[in-house]
């Protein structure tokens, strides 16, 4: 399995990114996809999961209500949509295959992409 994560960047607090993600390879066994985040020094955290089957969505609760996950319609590739964008939303943001457990857990997740820089300016 291959994640190609795209769309970071830098932007000004209040403005808005949408990050791409799109898996490759054998992703049938899995449950999912989802983002998680990491800024320096700090650990990785968890954004949010989509489930393959029926778009079932989990967030971490500092983007809960402010960030979307949604599926394309070439159904290997996640979206992320991320309006009202902070300085604290500042990381690289990876996503990561689901397979099974606590979607908030990182061991649950078996591929992961190489990340994309978010920087939010004050």
């Known amino acids: 399995v291959q994640l190609q994560a795209s769309g970071g960047g830098l932007v000004q607090a209040g403005g808005s990114l949408r990050l791409s993600c799109t898996a490759s390879?054998?992703?049938?066994?899995?449950?999912?996809l989802g983002w998680f985040r990491q800024a320096p020094g700090k650990e990785r955290e968890f954004v949010a999961t989509?489930?393959?089957?029926?778009?079932?969505?989990w967030y971490g609760d500092s983007v809960k209500g402010r960030f979307t996950i949604s599926r394309g319609n070439a159904k290997n590739t996640v979206y992320l949509q991320m309006p009202s964008l902070k300085p604290e939303d500042t990381a690289v943001y990876y996503c990561?295959?689901?397979?099974?457990?606590?979607?908030?857990?990182?061991?649950?997740?078996?591929?992961w992409g190489q990340g994309t820089q978010v920087t939010v300016s004050s």
């Open positions: 989509i489930s393959w089957n029926d778009d079932t969505t």
């Open positions: 390879g054998r992703t049938f066994s899995s449950y999912g």
């Open positions: 990561a295959v689901y397979d099974s457990g606590s979607v908030r857990y990182t061991g649950s997740y078996t591929y």
